[in-house]
């Protein structure tokens, strides 16, 4: 029952955290040495005969939603002992193993039944309610024109939202694109589009000529019917009337509306905008654009738009005329704004329901008891009260949350809390931990469950007085009554087997074929990793680390090595039995750094020389992965193997994969099959590495398809990563390489873990997303969990939330910790419960709908045509926002897009989504790129997920060199550049710099050291190290974005007008796209017409 402080009356957290200070003290809050156990130790410093058996009270009430114990659980009754937890037995950790060194019958791990390609519910496209079917859509979407006027050169079929249109012709003789770490070196294609760059101006505003098309409608209250007339042939929709007076003129009052207001896609921009002033001036207040400018100023400065709307009339002959972009939602101004306004006060956690900061605002986080944004954040901070109007909003109601977050070194770590011998104090019906919103009562001596409401009675050693307000006298020393995030040291019950956890163990295994010994890979990796093994993670301040580590290589057969410290040499074991695999070594396989160093130098000195002269072309990859599997299995310990691979496994073995990559797969019923893996070998074999605690991390090095869907199953579903480095080759790639090995080897990990997320009464768990294995409806299983993966849940009400007592989520994980030991790791979240839907639509969060949404689009690629996904996309987007609109938004003309505050960059967002390479893929992204980032994203933050579907981009030479902030970003549209000018582009996974033709023959040679703008190498990615202000401000700033981003970003060079350009415009996400993806105000507009025909 320790805290980790005893009575000194140091300030309650004030100590050094990862020392559990508090394990010798045995004296409970409150009440010195009352009942605690002379040496609370024990618990953690092996098992404790005494404490196997002990059933927390009341283990006979299982948890309500506890799953059915697995037949495996029978020597551990459910709910007692082990696991009590969860529910069950070690079933979550795999079969406790009765086998040691077991060779595994043939057909076993390999041919068993496919499990279906996701562990979780297949893609449910409709999570709330029926919205139109996707035929409406598409009749809608055939029946318009939305974006053909815009861009100078018309899209391939004319439409901004159908599949994605066949442009290979444009793009198709695109080899490698480089997107995603492809061969940067592949010619790219002339560019298709003429025009280039238009240079530094916005597009023409010309003279407000136009204003006759902009009849103002009679004004009033909505005139849904007359806006939904029929498009005038050959018109294009470009949305609804621009002009609405009757909103422009609206009164102040509409500034204080909760709403963002837009007179028809974005009415007319006032005149300040012929004078170059910027749009974002009007867009306080969340009412924004041109509609609160003066009515008279309203000639039309678009250069030439088509009528927007229905509106019969405009002059037929009139060049068309587009929305102004300075006047619809700008992200740049959303962030900004959010930056200015909230990034100067830390967040005090203590507000149930408060909506944090944006994740692209840096800011510090004081916990007072509810959990950090930095580990959960959630679509909404404000739920409908009943199912029925989470209906209606269509708003998914799901938390991202990331329960090992690193933080900044300003936050202090969460506290470790000992209860002592009998473990964290639970509820005994649902189980939920020990945390403030739990209820003290009848002076303390009980508390009633927050989760399910459930009285308790308070463990003698745990009482506490009451003070007048019924709060514990002691609840601010105790991190569990007054802290959202703390950690519980786990009792042997939470162990696999009743037995404490052995310290993990990394095990390298390196691909020998001819190809990885070609491109110098083995020979870099060996000596690479001569270093890395000083830096294992460690914890606490310990010297060294308790990680062992073992070495195998494979081509078509699999060599294992002895690195005993005793041996003068490192001895080599070949098992050519691939379809059999075991391990032929026990001692000496896996051994610590230390001990062991000279030998491991020793092999890994003679690995490269060894195979230096293979000609062995094959291999094979499902017995790499059961054999390191085998080995941590024998060894009775969780840990994680280092895979590094190069080509399709076609040798002969398990898990052997053929070639199946076909493009033309695109666009039909049958694309879902590129992303589903090939063989359900791999979930198999995924299922016995979870249940081992064995985490597998990738890293590929492909020269051509290796089907990335197929071999990333296994990392998928046991929380490891994938690494892609296409046509590796050591000189351009080895920086990359290296930093993301670096930082995978040394990032700390949980092992062996278990997710539970409970819920007060009223909604649930439901749905779950990331890279995990689920063999039950609740536990989220992950062999290994980092600081940088999240898991998204989504909750449904299974009851009437009620106002007054609000939501809780409690998400709890088990885990083993670098050191080897068991640990619980508890977030609660108090979130406010509402039943007028403008509360909800007050306290969304658009970053974190934007990771749900990309999540569930991601899966449903797996089950769904493509195009059908999007579709169900845009339909819950307009239902969103129409519902908004319906119900929370003051009257208006429905020729106005109304979007809520919160929300008023949905669009934009979703957008960026819907044209993403998985879900619209242009012609030079492959297969392999499209899986690989499908798996990215399903682990992917909110800030990642930001900043990866609307990239950031930053004008390097435009702010003076002396400035020491980052330059304001600018929006991702080619309108914004400016050809005199160099520019930034990253998104967490690529790195571009853009040089402008016109640039200044000075700034060239200082950051380039050439003389002329033609010299630049084109797809340079090291800028030369110079010695003057603007080089070392430019390699500074790209040293700081990488220190930013969980993977080494790799930068390209590009030049205006050159080949790679197209690279670099794929990532313009505001524009239309090559692919055939709509620009924003396209977008937009289209949008505004699904929420119309919606409210109609
Ligand atoms: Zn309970």
């Given at each position: 029952m320790n805290v980790n402080q005893s009575a000194p009356p140091v300030p309650p957290y004030g100590q050094p955290q990862p020392v559990y200070p508090g394990y010798h003290q045995s004296s409970y809050g409150g009440q010195p040495g009352s009942t605690a156990p002379p040496n609370t130790y024990g618990a953690y410093n092996g098992p404790v005969p005494g404490y196997q058996q002990t059933p927390p009270p009341g283990v006979s009430r299982a948890p309500p939603s506890s799953g059915v114990p697995p037949a495996s659980t029978a020597q551990v009754p459910?709910?007692?002992?082990?696991?009590g937890q969860f529910g069950q037995g070690d079933v979550q950790n795999g079969p406790s193993s009765t086998v040691q060194m077991q060779r595994l019958p043939g057909s076993q791990p390999f041919g068993s039944a496919p499990l279906a390609?996701?562990?979780?519910?297949?893609?449910?496209?409709?999570?709330y309610g029926p919205p139109p079917t996707s035929a409406q859509v598409t009749a809608q979407m055939a029946g318009m024109q939305i974006s053909g006027s815009v861009t100078p050169a018309p899209p391939p079929s004319g439409l901004g939202y159908g599949p994605p249109t066949s442009l290979a012709s444009a793009s198709g003789s695109f080899p490698n694109s480089g997107l995603y770490g492809s061969c940067p070196q592949g010619q790219a294609p002339p560019?298709?589009?003429?025009?280039g760059h238009s240079g530094a101006q916005p597009p023409q505003r010309s003279a407000p000529q136009q204003a006759s098309s902009f009849t103002p409608q009679a004004s009033g209250g909505p005139r849904m019917p007359s806006m939904t007339g029929p498009l005038l042939p050959g018109q294009s929709f470009g949305g609804p009337p621009l002009n609405q007076p009757n909103h422009v003129s609206s009164p102040p009052s509409q500034a204080l509306h909760p709403g963002t207001q837009m007179a028809g896609p974005p009415g007319p921009p006032p005149p300040m905008h012929s004078s170059q002033q910027q749009g974002y001036q009007l867009q306080q207040n969340g009412s924004f654009g041109p509609t609160r400018g003066p009515q008279p100023n309203y000639g039309s400065p678009y250069p030439g738009a088509p009528?927007?709307?229905?509106?019969?009339?405009?002059?037929?002959?009139?060049p068309p005329k587009r929305l102004d972009p300075d006047a619809i939602p700008s992200p740049i101004q959303v962030i900004e704004d959010d930056r200015n306004n909230r990034g100067s006060e830390p967040f005090v956690t203590g507000v149930r329901g408060q909506v944090p900061p944006l994740v692209t605002t840096n800011f510090l986080v004081k916990d007072q008891g509810n959990a950090s944004p930095r580990y959960i954040r959630c679509t909404s901070y404000n739920i409908p009260c009943t199912s029925d109007m989470a209906k209606q909003a269509q708003v998914p109601l799901a938390a991202v949350i990331k329960p090992l977050a690193r933080l900044p070194p300003e936050e202090a770590s969460p506290y470790v809390v000992d209860h002592g011998e009998s473990g964290p104090l639970r509820c005994n019906r649902c189980k939920a931990y020990m945390c403030p919103f739990m209820q003290f009562v009848e002076g303390g001596r009980r508390f009633q469950c927050c989760f399910c409401s459930c009285i308790n009675d308070v463990p003698p050693q745990y009482f506490q007085h009451l003070d007048h307000t019924g709060k514990r006298v002691d609840a601010y020393d105790r991190p569990e009554l007054s802290l959202g995030s703390y950690e519980f040291l786990a009792t042997v019950d939470y162990c696999k087997n009743n037995k404490f956890p052995s310290p993990p163990a990394f095990i390298f295994m390196i691909d020998v074929s001819y190809n990885a010994i070609r491109s110098g890979l083995v020979r870099l990796l060996c000596e690479e990793l001569k270093s890395l093994l000083d830096f294992l993670p460690r914890e606490g301040g310990a010297e060294e680390s308790a990680i062992r580590v073992g070495f195998v290589t494979y081509n078509k057969v699999l060599h294992f090595y002895n690195v005993k410290s005793s041996l003068a040499q490192p001895q080599m074991m070949v098992v050519s039995d691939v379809a059999d695999m075991f391990v032929p070594l026990l001692d000496g396989f896996l051994v610590s750094v230390s001990e062991s160093r000279a030998v491991i130098i020793s092999l890994l000195d003679q690995i490269p020389e060894m195979f230096a002269d293979t000609r062995e072309t094959e291999t094979v990859f499902a017995p790499v992965i059961q054999a390191g599997m085998e080995a941590l299995k024998a060894a009775e310990c969780a840990g994680k193997l280092f895979i590094f691979h190069t080509s399709l496994p076609i040798a002969e073995a398990p898990g052997k994969l053929k070639n199946r990559d076909d493009r033309k797969l695109i666009n039909t019923d049958k694309e879902k099959t590129l992303f589903q893996p090939q063989t359900g070998a791999y979930q198999a074999l995924a299922k016995e590495c979870v249940a081992q605690g064995c985490c597998v991390d990738l890293f590929l090095f492909p020269n051509q398809y290796v089907d990335v869907a197929t071999l990333s199953v296994v990392p998928q579903l046991t929380g490891g990563s994938v690494y892609k480095y296409a046509c590796f080759q050591v000189e351009n790639d080895q920086e990359r390489f290296m930093s993301d090995l670096r930082r995978d080897v040394e990032k700390v990990v949980g092992f062996d873990a278990v997710m539970r997320v409970r819920t007060s009464t009223g909604i649930r768990a439901v749905d779950f997303f990331g890279a995990f294995y689920m063999s039950n409806t609740t536990d989220v299983e992950l062999a290994g969990l980092d600081g940088e993966k999240t898991v998204t849940v989504e909750f449904k009400h299974d009851d009437r939330l009620n106002e007054e007592s609000g939501a809780l989520l409690q998400c709890a994980l088990l885990y083993t910790s670098c050191a080897g030991q068991r640990r619980l790791r508890i977030h609660n979240l108090a979130l406010n419960c509402c039943t007028q839907l403008a509360d909800l639509y007050r306290n969304c969060e658009t970053d974190t709908l934007i990771n749900y949404m990309a999540k569930f689009a991601y899966r449903g690629v797996l089950n769904s045509p493509v195009k059908t996904v999007r579709d169900t996309l845009i339909t819950q987007c307009a239902q969103i926002l129409a519902c908004y609109r319906k119900n929370c938004a003051s009257p208006s003309s429905a020729g106005q897009l109304i979007l809520p505050e919160c929300m008023k960059l949905l669009p934009v967002y979703l957008n960026c989504v819907l044209k993403s390479d998985v879900l619209q893929p242009g012609a030079e992204v492959t297969t392999d790129d499209r899986a690989y980032v499908r798996q990215l994203v399903t682990s992917m933050d909110v800030a990642e997920t930001n900043v990866f579907f609307y990239p950031r981009l930053l004008p390097l030479t435009k702010s003076p060199i002396e400035s020491t902030t980052e330059p304001p970003a600018i929006r991702?549209?080619?309108?914004?550049?400016?050809?005199?000018d160099i520019y930034l582009l990253e998104n967490g996974l690529n790195l571009f710099i853009w040089v402008g033709a016109g640039v200044q023959q000075g700034v060239v040679q200082s950051l380039f050291n050439v003389s002329s703008f033609s010299q630049i190498t084109s797809g340079l990615s090291v800028l030369p190290v110079l010695d003057n202000p603007l080089s070392k401000k430019v390699r500074g700033l790209i040293d700081s974005l990488r220190a930013q981003r969980s993977r080494y970003m790799k930068l390209i060079v590009v030049k205006q007008e050159d080949k790679l350009e197209m690279l670099f415009k794929?990532?313009?996400?505001e524009d239309k796209s090559l692919s055939g993806g709509a620009s924003y105000v396209d977008f937009l507009c289209h949008m505004h017409k699904e929420i119309r025909q919606l409210l109609s």
């Amino acid at each position: 029952m320790n805290v980790n402080q005893s009575a000194p009356p140091v300030p309650p957290y004030g100590q050094p955290q990862p020392v559990y200070p508090g394990y010798h003290q045995s004296s409970y809050g409150g009440q010195p040495g009352s009942t605690a156990p002379p040496n609370t130790y024990g618990a953690y410093n092996g098992p404790v005969p005494g404490y196997q058996q002990t059933p927390p009270p009341g283990v006979s009430r299982a948890p309500p939603s506890s799953g059915v114990p697995p037949a495996s659980t029978a020597q551990v009754p459910c709910g007692q002992g082990g696991y009590g937890q969860f529910g069950q037995g070690d079933v979550q950790n795999g079969p406790s193993s009765t086998v040691q060194m077991q060779r595994l019958p043939g057909s076993q791990p390999f041919g068993s039944a496919p499990l279906a390609p996701v562990v979780s519910q297949p893609a449910v496209l409709q999570p709330y309610g029926p919205p139109p079917t996707s035929a409406q859509v598409t009749a809608q979407m055939a029946g318009m024109q939305i974006s053909g006027s815009v861009t100078p050169a018309p899209p391939p079929s004319g439409l901004g939202y159908g599949p994605p249109t066949s442009l290979a012709s444009a793009s198709g003789s695109f080899p490698n694109s480089g997107l995603y770490g492809s061969c940067p070196q592949g010619q790219a294609p002339p560019l298709s589009q003429a025009q280039g760059h238009s240079g530094a101006q916005p597009p023409q505003r010309s003279a407000p000529q136009q204003a006759s098309s902009f009849t103002p409608q009679a004004s009033g209250g909505p005139r849904m019917p007359s806006m939904t007339g029929p498009l005038l042939p050959g018109q294009s929709f470009g949305g609804p009337p621009l002009n609405q007076p009757n909103h422009v003129s609206s009164p102040p009052s509409q500034a204080l509306h909760p709403g963002t207001q837009m007179a028809g896609p974005p009415g007319p921009p006032p005149p300040m905008h012929s004078s170059q002033q910027q749009g974002y001036q009007l867009q306080q207040n969340g009412s924004f654009g041109p509609t609160r400018g003066p009515q008279p100023n309203y000639g039309s400065p678009y250069p030439g738009a088509p009528a927007f709307g229905s509106q019969p009339g405009p002059p037929q002959s009139l060049p068309p005329k587009r929305l102004d972009p300075d006047a619809i939602p700008s992200p740049i101004q959303v962030i900004e704004d959010d930056r200015n306004n909230r990034g100067s006060e830390p967040f005090v956690t203590g507000v149930r329901g408060q909506v944090p900061p944006l994740v692209t605002t840096n800011f510090l986080v004081k916990d007072q008891g509810n959990a950090s944004p930095r580990y959960i954040r959630c679509t909404s901070y404000n739920i409908p009260c009943t199912s029925d109007m989470a209906k209606q909003a269509q708003v998914p109601l799901a938390a991202v949350i990331k329960p090992l977050a690193r933080l900044p070194p300003e936050e202090a770590s969460p506290y470790v809390v000992d209860h002592g011998e009998s473990g964290p104090l639970r509820c005994n019906r649902c189980k939920a931990y020990m945390c403030p919103f739990m209820q003290f009562v009848e002076g303390g001596r009980r508390f009633q469950c927050c989760f399910c409401s459930c009285i308790n009675d308070v463990p003698p050693q745990y009482f506490q007085h009451l003070d007048h307000t019924g709060k514990r006298v002691d609840a601010y020393d105790r991190p569990e009554l007054s802290l959202g995030s703390y950690e519980f040291l786990a009792t042997v019950d939470y162990c696999k087997n009743n037995k404490f956890p052995s310290p993990p163990a990394f095990i390298f295994m390196i691909d020998v074929s001819y190809n990885a010994i070609r491109s110098g890979l083995v020979r870099l990796l060996c000596e690479e990793l001569k270093s890395l093994l000083d830096f294992l993670p460690r914890e606490g301040g310990a010297e060294e680390s308790a990680i062992r580590v073992g070495f195998v290589t494979y081509n078509k057969v699999l060599h294992f090595y002895n690195v005993k410290s005793s041996l003068a040499q490192p001895q080599m074991m070949v098992v050519s039995d691939v379809a059999d695999m075991f391990v032929p070594l026990l001692d000496g396989f896996l051994v610590s750094v230390s001990e062991s160093r000279a030998v491991i130098i020793s092999l890994l000195d003679q690995i490269p020389e060894m195979f230096a002269d293979t000609r062995e072309t094959e291999t094979v990859f499902a017995p790499v992965i059961q054999a390191g599997m085998e080995a941590l299995k024998a060894a009775e310990c969780a840990g994680k193997l280092f895979i590094f691979h190069t080509s399709l496994p076609i040798a002969e073995a398990p898990g052997k994969l053929k070639n199946r990559d076909d493009r033309k797969l695109i666009n039909t019923d049958k694309e879902k099959t590129l992303f589903q893996p090939q063989t359900g070998a791999y979930q198999a074999l995924a299922k016995e590495c979870v249940a081992q605690g064995c985490c597998v991390d990738l890293f590929l090095f492909p020269n051509q398809y290796v089907d990335v869907a197929t071999l990333s199953v296994v990392p998928q579903l046991t929380g490891g990563s994938v690494y892609k480095y296409a046509c590796f080759q050591v000189e351009n790639d080895q920086e990359r390489f290296m930093s993301d090995l670096r930082r995978d080897v040394e990032k700390v990990v949980g092992f062996d873990a278990v997710m539970r997320v409970r819920t007060s009464t009223g909604i649930r768990a439901v749905d779950f997303f990331g890279a995990f294995y689920m063999s039950n409806t609740t536990d989220v299983e992950l062999a290994g969990l980092d600081g940088e993966k999240t898991v998204t849940v989504e909750f449904k009400h299974d009851d009437r939330l009620n106002e007054e007592s609000g939501a809780l989520l409690q998400c709890a994980l088990l885990y083993t910790s670098c050191a080897g030991q068991r640990r619980l790791r508890i977030h609660n979240l108090a979130l406010n419960c509402c039943t007028q839907l403008a509360d909800l639509y007050r306290n969304c969060e658009t970053d974190t709908l934007i990771n749900y949404m990309a999540k569930f689009a991601y899966r449903g690629v797996l089950n769904s045509p493509v195009k059908t996904v999007r579709d169900t996309l845009i339909t819950q987007c307009a239902q969103i926002l129409a519902c908004y609109r319906k119900n929370c938004a003051s009257p208006s003309s429905a020729g106005q897009l109304i979007l809520p505050e919160c929300m008023k960059l949905l669009p934009v967002y979703l957008n960026c989504v819907l044209k993403s390479d998985v879900l619209q893929p242009g012609a030079e992204v492959t297969t392999d790129d499209r899986a690989y980032v499908r798996q990215l994203v399903t682990s992917m933050d909110v800030a990642e997920t930001n900043v990866f579907f609307y990239p950031r981009l930053l004008p390097l030479t435009k702010s003076p060199i002396e400035s020491t902030t980052e330059p304001p970003a600018i929006r991702a549209s080619e309108e914004r550049l400016s050809n005199g000018d160099i520019y930034l582009l990253e998104n967490g996974l690529n790195l571009f710099i853009w040089v402008g033709a016109g640039v200044q023959q000075g700034v060239v040679q200082s950051l380039f050291n050439v003389s002329s703008f033609s010299q630049i190498t084109s797809g340079l990615s090291v800028l030369p190290v110079l010695d003057n202000p603007l080089s070392k401000k430019v390699r500074g700033l790209i040293d700081s974005l990488r220190a930013q981003r969980s993977r080494y970003m790799k930068l390209i060079v590009v030049k205006q007008e050159d080949k790679l350009e197209m690279l670099f415009k794929h990532f313009l996400v505001e524009d239309k796209s090559l692919s055939g993806g709509a620009s924003y105000v396209d977008f937009l507009c289209h949008m505004h017409k699904e929420i119309r025909q919606l409210l109609s």
